[in-house]
């Protein structure tokens, strides 16, 4: 514990092939498709069932082999290779995991459901903030997102979801991203739209013919206003 002030390898065996830090966590993920996690538990989102602290890996239970993953603060998801579904655990009381509940989980034994069904074919996860909202890319190019919008700024709470619902945005989406209190949406025609808190300008919304409230933040995706010189390359 501590400071580390040099680089040193971290302990237990095996070839690691990504990695992802949350808040008080790193996680790794193996060739072989096991995930494994490093740091604080205190809601579980270490995933194997304690709120201990671990210094070295220790294997997300739950048995299953995952292509990627994501990690916010206090929460972590896991796509799955073969259907590509996602797997939650961690804190929960905004709805987050997307299992329809608000309980906390600690290990990866709740997948992300869409009405009554689990929400597969997914491609990506994106999670900037515990009360913003996870979302996620299908490989149809539609996003889904799960969790809670707040207005921080008028103590008003809207569009919560304890499960995976669409977001309208009218074009096809090829990657997300998000941040804190915001997402982007990168589409086939390469335009960029975004949703969520909007505070110091970075959704690049044109702001002309909205309210200041509108502005700060945006509950509903807006094509964000970006030149027709830019060219952008993923």
Do not use: M
Request: hydrophobic fraction near 35%.
């Amino acid at each position: 514990q501590g400071l580390i002030y040099a680089p040193r390898s971290v302990t237990g065996a095996g070839v690691y092939t990504y990695i992802k830090a949350g808040k008080e966590t790193t996680f790794l993920l193996k060739a072989d498709g096991s995930l494994w996690a490093i740091g604080t538990g205190l809601y579980g989102e270490l995933g194997y069932n304690n709120t201990a602290y671990k210094s070295s890996p220790n294997s997300v239970l739950g048995g299953t082999v995952y292509k990627s993953f994501c990690a916010t603060e206090w929460s972590a998801y896991a796509l799955k290779t073969a259907d590509g579904s996602v797997w939650s655990w961690g804190y929960n009381a905004y709805g987050q995991l997307g299992d329809n509940t608000t309980e906390t989980k600690f290990y990866a034994s709740t997948y992300v459901t869409e009405e009554n069904t689990r929400l597969s074919n997914i491609i990506q996860i994106s999670a900037g903030s515990y009360s913003f909202g996870t979302f996620f890319l299908r490989n149809n190019g539609v996003v889904y997102r799960c969790g809670i919008y707040k207005d921080y700024l008028n103590e008003e709470q809207y569009g919560s979801s304890i499960v995976a619902i669409q977001i309208p945005i009218d074009d096809i989406t090829v990657k997300i991203a998000s941040s804190g209190g915001f997402c982007l949406a990168l589409t086939k025609s390469n335009k960029v739209w975004g949703i969520g808190y909007n505070t110091y300008n970075q959704i690049g919304i044109n702001q002309i013919g909205i309210s200041e409230k509108e502005r700060i933040l945006v509950k509903n995706p807006i094509y964000c206003n970006i030149p027709a010189s830019i060219q952008i390359i993923d």
